[in-house]
Each structure stands twice: as structure tokens, then as C-alpha cells.
């Protein structure tokens, strides 16, 4: 008797012991930490593009999603700080150790210190608990090794993306806007080369110079803050920073082609086109809205729509790809790699407080971020109430949003929390984005190609068709770099102070306060861009010798 | 009964002035006519572009009076259900900063003018050395999260109450009065506290009376420290809220861009102008009744000696 | 005044130093009570940070925080002057904060004395309420009106064309920042800055004036010899400090005033330090570069007051 009490006793105990530390989670086989009343209780700071996600539909859609994919209760303490001063205070945070329990970061490469110092945590550690983040990582290029540090730590769950309609579409840079209405009243057509966009200007010019055309400017910038010459890279086959050039790696605005791209941009200042404000005007938006301009080659392609519902009916803004030169066809910045992807690109993603107590569950709930079932659900809403499957066998926005105007249904998608208003990320900050779902409640924009003449498109697929595969710049299909801790820092601080001289005196360049036929001024400037960073030129080479030409192959569009 | 008193002697006085330069007046009267209109015109041109249609702006048809009157700046600016929580907040904040930040300076800088102090020359020393030395961004932020006052009032107000540069103003100011006074006062036997309290104090309305001015609008005026310390958005400042209004229209986050957009049939300068007016317009409310008690403590000033 | 006292003290009998502080200490419970309070705020908020000048000489390690850092000596100070276009940063910190100084101190004190020759009152009020209006803006907007007024179409361009010049983009490049910096600052401070003056001209005995009109004197000679010197302290104080500030510029102000046409040309200290803590997380670079800051600051204000001091012990500060 008091043995098989004891033997109960025993066995009790045991099982006991087990649920105590080897609770169920979502991953079979795996033990997680066993949590008081089975509830996650954490704190998590994230960011707000415009819309406070926390109260929406959505956001209780990811929670009771979340609590049931893990099994347990979550008690989560939201904060969440518009973007602007979100970006402020990060480093604040990060050096005074501030973090909460899960934490939105946009800050790159930086992280590694703070890694290193112990204050985020190394995800790789918990490369157990993820099933689905594998999958955006294995979808990018290079894989694992494209993302993990040279001593296989990892601290960043990074923004990726679902470019589901497999098409290397972009949203800057990528295409001019024209005004269609004057090019059609006046039997014109957008340039496809850039000497056909040189006569285009002049033409354009005339027009103003007759009054036939009531506006101030044949050219401007799409918004001050952008450099004016982003617009006119694409086309002379270069770049603004530091860039994979298909060859190897270079800082664009020293390279000859740069220098060709200046000459040109000073020929079409002196001839008058560019309206003398390209860099200072903070309204360039309604100078397109009430018809000032007449074409506007460096712009976010979205901005079209708006300046069309913003402006008088007369007045069309319409896209057409950049002009092709002697270099080829001009390359598109930021096309999307197809497939589920990480993008080329890391900058954002989401942190781990280093200190968290469970960090089995978070890594795990974070990670649940990236299936299907969460992102496809907080890019499209709800079935049957936000979006129907169409005929088509597509998805479709249901008529709650599109028998609104298009100007309102960024909005109303941000009210319920939907993600592709742009304006709300649910969930932690930030789950992968479905650029097509844009195109699916945005309006379509006037177009023009060689082929077709004018027609009704949509940028994020007309400028992945226009272009064609020749199109993608080499940079988005960049090696992968395998470089120390201490050189990536280098390099983020170089690319910081030498793209903002080399900004500041293109705009000199370009309006003829530099001379740009001038060999001696250019290699002024070539040396004034080096000297902002002291071993520019090793950290250049550094970055060269550690390019992997093999990761290359992992392209396929 | 001060007031009637002083005034007699004080325009007989003035009269005698005038009677001295005619041409004087007139010179010193236009140079500030000048200058009120140079204060104002750029004003008059805000409010005429808050209220103008986006067309007539960028046609450059506005100079000071609203073209084709548009308030669609103020609609999205008032629409916005957070922006009078923000006002509340925002007052509150000015308030209790202004009155632990002039009371706590005069409280150190009368001691401080009383000349033989003893402690006088270390408080002035540590004082002195707090206007050009700081820890920095992180130490302070490290010391407002350990006392636990993020996303309280104290977090804004009190770092930035007693500060070098008013103590030393106010004692400069409290040894214009303090001389004999004290010195008579100690004599009638009344401590140091009651010397301050009913004696000083009174003879100081105009010095309160113009830092709790500088206080309130650099409390209502402030955004960096709340933007730091404070993260619950319904207790966030006015300065705040009103730059996410300016750029609430931020569409198109995705990961490699962050554009802005600007929203509805309006001019970017619309809102911001219009973010403008409503800032200052509760200043200009408030300040005709701080005025009212301003000039009263010139006038003791004045009346005194 | 109590001076007598203490005299007396000393006269009774010879004490040694330390007991003699003790005793004054007691004497002036009440004056020492009263600094408590804000002694305690000013210790616990500006010297409770304090031990953070320690990152200027130190690799900042944030998972180790300031006290187990390691110490690199001076080698952050080092990289400033070896990584950064160091030269630059500091003549332009200069210009901006000399010419700052020179323009904007006289200001205030001018529309003062000028105020207080104002006989009708409601004029001078109304006046005063004016000046006063520019302060209550932020310095966000305050830069966005200089955008929109500075542009081809703006109100100064409109200024510009009434007097038969050319309409130039006037926020481009460095040309108009100077003016634009230390005109803004003018319009913005005059007016407010001028409060502190009248304070204390409200001090003045009106007798000094009926004496001067007896004795015949005119309205110059009036301001010279009874205002000025009533505001002579004042006035010192005022820019003994500001000569403290000729390093440290309003970095909002920069940051919010650059484009992209002039961001490079015209960093300053203050500018570069947000930039390189804010931006790049470099907070023990910053720190080295803010510490250099505060001790020309510092000796800065010394050498005033060390002048001021030897034209007239009375007016300096300590």
C-alpha cells in the first residue's frame, strides 16, 4: 500500500514536473516556458502611419488569431507613436537600454551593436520556434546568409513582402508624369528617348513662351526633399549612393555617367525648363494640381491620382516610362523581387528586448506575423465584408470601398485597420505588405507607350510591362556582401555624409553656380565627396572583396 | 489709492517731456509704427493664405487679403477630435509649470541677493555650471524613465524649473528693492520668510507677472521633451498634435519610401497655416488678461522710491 | 546692511573660519531653508545626469551603460577632428553665432528705450502687444513661413519687386540664410526680449526725471543719463550670457532651414551633434563634441565678465 502510494506520489510529481516546464505551443515537439495563468502578458511598442491601429477591427482580428495559433491567452500593452517621432526617439531608446518586451525598428544595420552589446536579442538563438519568417528569408537573396552577421547572429525580424503577382513593378522613379491634356491638344507624345525628351521640352517651352499654354515651367521636382536628378538616373545608368553597378560596387555621383546625367540636367536649366524652385519648393504638389507644370520626371508614380482628383477636369497628368538613352533603357529604382522576399533593402523590421522573460513565445508569435493567415488577412480584411473572390479568380475589394470615391478609400481601409491603405500597419510593425492590394482598390491613371498610345494602367504593373526585364536596375539585384560589424557602420556613415555633399553640390552643378565642363571643378568635387569620409575608398574596396558573384544566380526574373 | 496718487505726478512730468522734443516724438512714433507693421504684415499674409483657395496660392494671386475664401485648412484642423484633448493637456502642463517654475526661483534668488549670504558663492557656482554642462539626450532620459515620470506632467515640468538664467534675472531684479527694505524689515524683527512673501513678492508682480509669460509659451510652444517623454498620445501637447495633422496624410509607407500626400481639395500651406492660428490664437486669448496684471506691477514699480 | 551684523560678529571675538560659516549658517536658517527646494530640483535634474560627460570619453556601450564602458581617452575628440569636415563646421558655427549676437542683442533694447519715451499709454500697449505676437510661434512654422515667403512668389519676393528687383529663389543655396536666420530672430525676440528692459525701466524714479527737466536736459540726454543707466544691469547680465550661446545655435532652426541645395554648407556644431546622436546613434562622438562645446562656452562667458568686470566691477556678474 505505501509503496503504490508512493509510486503515485511519485508519478504525480513527475507529470507535474513536465507541465511545469514543458508547456504546448504551437510547434509540435518543442518545449516553451510554461506561462502563469497561460497568458503572454508583454509590452510592445510600435509605430503609427497615420491611422492608430490599436481600436480597429483588424487588430482584434490579429489578436484572437494569434491567441489561437499559440494556444494561449495574450495580455499586451500597446504603444504606439506616430512614425515621425517614433523614428526621433529610437536611438534615444535603443542606447538607454529602453526597449519594450517587442519593439518596431527602422534603423538597419545598426542594430548589430546594440546586438553585440546585449540589448536586442539574437533571433538565430531562436531559430526553432519560427515556421514561417523562414520562408520570406529563404525567398530573398542569399538566403540566410544574406541576412546574418559574419558570427551568425541575427537580431532583426525584417519587413518583408508578398509580391504575389510575381511582377517587378516600382513606385519611384520609375516613370515621368506629363501633362496629357496639352500633349493631346498639341498632336505630342511623351518622349521614349532622351533626345526625344530634350524636344519635347523645347516644344513644351514654346508653348508657354506663345501663351498658348497657360503655365510657369515645362520641369519640376515631384517634391523638394527628393534630389530633382533621382528622376534622371534610371536613364544614364547610375545612381545616387553607394550601388551595385552590375560590375561591381560604386558611389553613383562620382561616376562619369553621373557627370554625363549633370551636363545635361545644366543644358535644360540654362534653356529655362526647370523651374528655378526644384529643391525649395515644399508645394510641388499643387503646382501640379493647378496646372503650373507641364511635366514632372522624378515622383512617387501614386501621386498622379491624387493631382488628377485634386485638379480641374481640363487638366490630365498621365505616366509614360523614363526615356532610354545611348546606355540602354533606363533602369527602374526599387523594383520588387518576386515571390515572398525580404527586398534588398534592410532597414525595418521588428526587435526583441534582449531581457524578455519569455522570448520562446514572441519569437514564435512573431513569426506567425509572416503566415499566410495573418498577412493575407490584414492586407485584404475580412471575406464576404472587405473583399469577395471575383470570376476572375482574383480577390476583390467588395463595394463598402469602391462605390466611395477612390480619394476617400484610403481611409475608410485605415478605419477598419486594413493594411493596404498604407496609412495602417496592423499588428506589430510591420507585417509583410501585398503591393498588389493597391492596385485593387486604387484607381487606374492615364498611360502612354509606344505600343499602345494612350490607355488607362496602373503603375505598380504598367512600370513592371513598360520597362522589361532590362529594366531592373542591377542594384536591386545586387550580390549579397559579407563584411565585418564595423564596416557596415562605416559604410551607413559614409553613404550619409557623402550623399548629402554630393547633393548639395549636383544642385550647384546643375544650375551653373559649378561649372560642370570644368575637369579641374569635377575632380574638386570628385575629391570634396571622398574627404567626407575618411577611407572612402577602403571601405569601397572592403565592400568589393567581400561580394559573394555566386549569390547572383539566386535571381531568376 | 496708489494709482490716483501716482497719477498726478506722473503726467505732469510727461507733459514737461513734451514740451522738450516734438520732433522726437514723431521719429521714435513712426519707427514703431514700422516697426508694429512689420510684425504684422507677414501675419496678415498667414491668415489671408489659411483662408485662401489652393488655386489663388499657387496662381500667386494672394498677397494679404483671402482670395476666394476657403476654410477646408481649419475644417481638418478642428475636425480632429484629439486636438482639443491636446489643448487641455497642454494648458495644464503650462500651468503648474509656471507656478513651480516662479515659485521656485524666487525662493532661490532672493536668498541669492541678500549680499552676504553664506552660501552665495557655491549656489551661484553650481548654478553656473549647469548653463554649459549636461549630461546629454541619454543620461536625462535615463533619469525621467528610473523616477518613473514618463508619460506624467512632472517629466515636462520639472526639469526645466529653476533655471541659471532666470535666477539670475530675478536676483538682479530683487536687488533693485531689497536693499533697505530688508534691512528695515530684519530691524522690525520680520524673518526672512515673511521679508519674501509680503514684502518682495508684492513689490515683484511685474517680474512674475513677465516670466510666467515666458513660461507659458515656452511650455505651450515646446514639443521635443514631450515628444521624448511623452507616449500616451491623448495626454500629448498641442506643438504635437498639430505636426501629425500637418503630415497625417502620410500614405505610402512601404518599406523603401515614406511619402507624403497631401489630403482633400486643399493646399499643403491651408493646413499648416492654419495649425498656425490655432497655436497662437488661445496665446493672444490668454494674454490681454496676464496684460492687465502685468501692467499693474509696472505701475508699482513705478509708483515705488 | 546686514554686513553690520556679521561685522559685529567678527568684532566679538576672532572664530575659526569653520565654526564662524556654521554659525552664519544658523543665523540665515531661513534664507538656506528657502534654497533647499530648488536646490534640490537643480541637483536631482541637471547634476543628476551629469555623470553622462563621462561618454565623451568613453566606446558608449549601451548594453553596459556609462560607468562600465570602456574608456577610449580622448579619442572621440580625436575623431572629430580626424573623420569630420571639422574646419568647416566650426568657422560656420562662428559666423552663425557672432553675427547672431551682434544684430540680435542690440534689438531689444533699443524698442525699449524707444517704448518708454511713449507718453500715450495706449499707444505704447498696443505697441507692446504687437511685438510680443511673433514669440507665440513655434519654430516649425516660423521656417515654413520663411520657405513660403523666401520662394520666387512669396512676400519677400513681392517686397523685392516693388522696389524694381528681380524675383529670385531666395531659399536656395546660402545666399539669403544669414539674413533670414538673424532677421527671424529679430522679428521673433525683439519685441519679447524688450520685456526684461521695461521691467526695468518701470523701476525708474520718476523724480530723476523732474530733475532732469529742471536742469534743462533734452530727450537724448535724458535717455543717456537716466534710462541707460537703469537698465545697465540688466543689460550686462543679458549679454554676458548670450556671449555663452555663440556656439550653441538653435539646431531646429538649421535642420528645419535646410534643402537640399545648402544642408552641407550649412552645418553647425549643434546641428552636427542631433545629426550624428539622433540619426547615426553615435551619442559618445556627440557627447565629446557637446563637452568641447561647453568649455569654450564657459570660458567664453568668463572672458565677458572678466571685461565687463574691468570696465566697471559693479555691472559683472561674479
Known amino acids: ?216 515651367y515645362v520641369l519640376h521636382n515631384g517634391a523638394s526633399w527628393m534630389a530633382f536628378y533621382r528622376g534622371f538616373v534610371g536613364t544614364f545608368h547610375t545612381w545616387d549612393t553607394l550601388y551595385w553597378n552590375g560590375e561591381e560596387w560604386a558611389f553613383g555621383p562620382i561616376e562619369d555617367n553621373f557627370r554625363e546625367m549633370l551636363t545635361e540636367l545644366h543644358e535644360l536649366y540654362e534653356l529655362g525648363y526647370i523651374n528655378s524652385e526644384f529643391q525649395t519648393d515644399e508645394s510641388a504638389d499643387d503646382e501640379a494640381e493647378n496646372a503650373r507644370i507641364l511635366c514632372v520626371p522624378t515622383l512617387w508614380a501614386g501621386s498622379v491620382q491624387t493631382w488628377n482628383a485634386q485638379s480641374d477636369e481640363d487638366v490630365v497628368w498621365g505616366l509614360a516610362y523614363l526615356p532610354s538613352s545611348e546606355h540602354g533603357t533606363a533602369w527602374k529604382w526599387g523594383s520588387k523581387i518576386t515571390g515572398k522576399n525580404l527586398g534588398t533593402n534592410l532597414q525595418m523590421g521588428i526587435i526583441v528586448n534582449a531581457e524578455t522573460e519569455y522570448p520562446e513565445w514572441i519569437v514564435s508569435m512573431i513569426d506567425y506575423q509572416y503566415s499566410p493567415d495573418i498577412y493575407l488577412m490584414l492586407n485584404w480584411g475580412v471575406e464576404g465584408e472587405d473583399w469577395y473572390l471575383g470570376d476572375d479568380g482574383l480577390r476583390h475589394y467588395t463595394d463598402k470601398f469602391m462605390a466611395q470615391p477612390v480619394s476617400d478609400r484610403a481611409q475608410l481601409l485605415a478605419d477598419e485597420g486594413i493594411m493596404s491603405s498604407a496609412s495602417a500597419r496592423t499588428g506589430i510593425a510591420f507585417v509583410p505588405q501585398i503591393f498588389s492590394t493597391i492596385a485593387a482598390y486604387g484607381d487606374t491613371e492615364p498611360w502612354w507607350s509606344p505600343e499602345k498610345g494612350y490607355y488607362e494602367g496602373h503603375y505598380w504593373y504598367e512600370t513592371a510591362f513598360n520597362g522589361g526585364v532590362e529594366s531592373i536596375s542591377p542594384y536591386d539585384r545586387a550580390p549579397i556582401v559579407n563584411v565585418s560589424d564595423e564596416t557596415k557602420t562605416a559604410r551607413a556613415a559614409l553613404k550619409s555624409a557623402c550623399e548629402s555633399y554630393a547633393k548639395t553640390e549636383s544642385v550647384k552643378f546643375i544650375t551653373g553656380e559649378l561649372d560642370i565642363t570644368d575637369d579641374a571643378v569635377w575632380a574638386a568635387y570628385v575629391e570634396g565627396v571622398k574627404s567626407q569620409y575618411k577611407g572612402f575608398d577602403d571601405i569601397i574596396a572592403a565592400q568589393n572583396e567581400g561580394t559573394d558573384l555566386e549569390s547572383l544566380s539566386m535571381y531568376h526574373d | ?275 498656425l492660428v490655432a497655436t497662437i490664437a488661445p496665446l493672444l486669448v490668454i494674454y490681454p488678461f496676464i496684460q492687465k496684471y502685468f501692467e499693474q506691477g509696472m505701475q508699482v514699480g513705478a509708483v515705488k522710491g | 546692511m546686514t554686513g553690520t551684523a556679521s561685522t559685529k560678529l567678527i568684532g566679538k571675538r576672532r572664530q575659526n573660519p569653520i565654526l564662524r560659516f556654521f554659525t552664519l549658517l544658523y543665523k540665515q536658517r531661513t534664507l538656506v531653508a528657502l534654497c533647499i527646494l530648488p536646490m534640490a530640483l537643480v541637483f536631482v535634474f541637471s547634476y543628476g545626469p551629469m555623470y553622462g560627460v563621462l561618454i565623451a570619453f568613453k566606446n558608449y556601450n549601451a548594453g553596459k551603460g556609462v560607468w562600465r564602458s570602456q574608456w577610449t581617452g580622448f579619442g572621440n575628440f580625436q575623431w572629430f577632428f580626424e573623420n569630420v569636415n571639422s574646419v568647416q563646421i566650426i568657422l560656420q558655427t562662428l559666423k552663425v553665432g557672432v553675427l547672431s549676437l551682434i544684430f540680435t542683442y542690440p534689438m531689444p533694447i533699443i524698442l525699449a528705450l524707444s517704448l518708454n519715451e511713449v507718453a500715450k499709454k495706449g499707444f505704447k500697449r498696443t505697441v507692446q502687444s504687437i511685438s510680443y505676437i511673433p514669440h507665440f510661434i513655434s519654430v516649425v512654422v516660423i521656417c515654413t513661413m520663411l520657405n513660403e515667403f523666401g520662394s520666387v512668389n512669396g512676400l519677400f519676393n513681392d517686397v523685392r519687386a516693388l522696389f524694381g528687383l528681380d524675383r529670385v529663389n531666395m531659399n536656395a543655396g546660402t545666399n539669403y540664410f544669414m539674413l533670414f536666420y538673424i532677421g527671424s530672430a529679430i522679428w521673433q525676440g525683439a519685441g519679447w526680449g524688450s520685456i526684461i528692459y521695461l521691467s526695468a525701466l518701470s523701476n525708474v524714479d520718476t523724480s530723476l526725471y523732474d530733475v532732469a527737466n529742471i536742469d534743462g536736459a533734452n530727450r537724448f540726454q535724458k535717455i543717456r543719463h537716466i534710462a541707460l543707466p537703469a537698465i545697465l544691469p540688466t543689460t550686462t547680465i543679458v549679454l554676458i550670457l548670450n556671449s555663452g550661446n555663440i556656439l550653441s545655435q538653435d539646431f531646429t532652426k538649421i535642420l528645419l532651414m535646410m534643402n537640399n541645395t545648402n544642408r552641407m554648407d550649412l552645418e553647425v556644431i549643434s546641428t552636427y551633434v542631433y545629426r550624428i546622436g539622433i540619426v547615426t546613434g553615435e551619442f559618445d562622438h556627440g557627447t565629446a563634441v557637446n563637452l568641447l562645446v561647453s568649455l569654450v562656452s564657459l570660458i567664453l562667458v568668463l572672458t565677458t565678465n572678466r571685461i565687463v568686470k574691468s570696465i566697471d566691477p559693479e555691472q559683472a556678474m561674479f
Open chain 1, 1 to 216: 500500500m505505501k509503496k503504490l502510494l508512493a509510486l503515485a506520489i511519485a508519478l504525480l510529481l513527475a507529470m507535474g514536473c513536465m507541465s511545469a516546464f514543458a508547456a504546448d505551443g504551437p510547434i509540435e515537439g518543442l518545449d516553451y516556458p510554461d506561462l502563469p495563468d497561460n497568458t503572454l502578458k508583454i509590452t510592445v511598442s510600435t509605430a503609427n502611419f497615420g491611422t492608430d491601429q490599436v481600436n480597429t477591427k483588424m487588430m482584434k482580428l490579429w489578436q484572437e488569431k494569434m491567441e489561437e495559433y499559440l494556444g494561449i491567452k495574450l495580455d499586451i500593452t500597446w504603444t504606439t507613436i506616430p512614425w515621425d517621432d517614433f523614428r526621433s526617439n529610437e536611438s534615444v531608446k535603443l542606447a538607454a537600454k529602453d526597449l519594450a518586451d517587442v519593439n518596431t525598428y527602422s534603423q538597419g544595420d545598426l542594430v548589430n551593436q546594440y546586438g553585440a552589446e546585449g540589448v536586442v536579442l539574437n533571433l538565430n538563438d531562436y531559430l526553432d520556434y519560427m515556421v514561417y519568417y523562414p520562408t520570406f528569408v529563404e525567398g530573398n537573396v542569399g538566403g540566410w546568409d544574406g541576412i546574418n552577421n559574419l558570427d551568425g547572429s541575427s537580431y532583426v525580424f525584417w519587413d518583408g513582402y508578398d509580391n504575389d503577382v510575381n511582377l517587378a513593378g516600382a513606385q519611384s522613379f520609375a516613370a515621368y508624369a506629363y501633362r496629357f491634356d496639352v500633349l493631346q491638344e498639341y498632336g505630342l507624345e511623351p518622349a521614349t528617348t532622351w533626345e526625344e525628351f530634350k524636344d519635347l521640352c523645347a516644344d513644351l517651352q514654346a508653348l508657354i513662351d506663345s501663351g498658348e499654354v497657360d503655365a510657369d
Open chain 2, 1 to 275: 489709492m496708489n494709482k490716483t496718487n501716482a497719477a498726478v505726478p506722473k503726467k505732469a512730468v510727461r507733459n514737461k517731456i513734451h514740451i522738450g522734443g516734438y520732433s522726437f516724438d514723431i521719429v521714435n512714433v513712426t519707427f514703431l509704427v514700422i516697426c508694429c507693421l512689420l510684425v504684422l504684415l507677414p501675419f496678415m499674409r498667414v491668415l489671408a493664405i489659411s483662408l485662401s483657395s489652393s488655386r489663388m496660392i499657387d496662381r500667386n494671386m494672394v498677397s494679404i487679403w483671402p482670395r476666394e475664401l476657403n476654410v477646408k485648412g481649419y475644417e481638418i484642423v478642428f475636425s480632429n477630435v484629439t486636438i482639443y484633448r491636446a489643448y487641455g493637456w497642454t494648458l495644464l502642463y503650462s500651468v503648474v509649470y509656471t507656478l513651480i517654475s516662479v515659485a521656485m526661483t524666487a525662493c532661490l534668488a532672493y536668498p541669492l541677493s541678500v549680499s552676504d549670504f553664506v552660501l552665495k558663492k557655491p549656489i551661484s557656482v553650481l548654478l553656473l555650471i549647469t548653463m554649459f554642462f549636461s549630461g546629454g539626450t541619454v543620461p536625462s532620459y535615463l533619469l525621467i524613465r528610473n523616477l518613473g515620470l514618463k508619460n506624467t506632467l512632472w517629466a515636462l515640468v520639472l526639469p526645466g524649473a529653476v533655471s541659471a538664467w532666470n535666477t539670475f534675472l530675478y536676483r538682479a531684479f530683487f536687488k533693485g528693492i531689497s536693499h533697505e527694505i530688508r534691512e528695515a524689515a530684519l530691524i522690525d524683527g520680520a524673518g526672512d520668510f515673511r521679508i519674501l512673501v509680503s514684502i518682495i513678492a508684492p513689490l515683484s508682480k511685474a517680474l512674475f507677472a513677465t516670466f510666467s509669460l515666458f513660461a507659458i509659451v515656452g511650455m505651450w510652444n515646446s514639443y521635443f521633451a514631450a515628444m521624448l517623454y511623452i507616449e500616451d498620445q491623448s495626454r500629448q501637447t498641442i506643438q504635437n498634435i498639430l505636426r501629425s495633422i500637418v503630415y497625417t496624410s502620410v500614405t505610402a509607407t512601404f518599406s523603401d519610401a515614406s511619402l507624403p500626400m497631401t489630403n482633400g481639395a486643399v493646399n499643403a500651406l491651408n493646413v499648416q497655416y492654419a495649425c
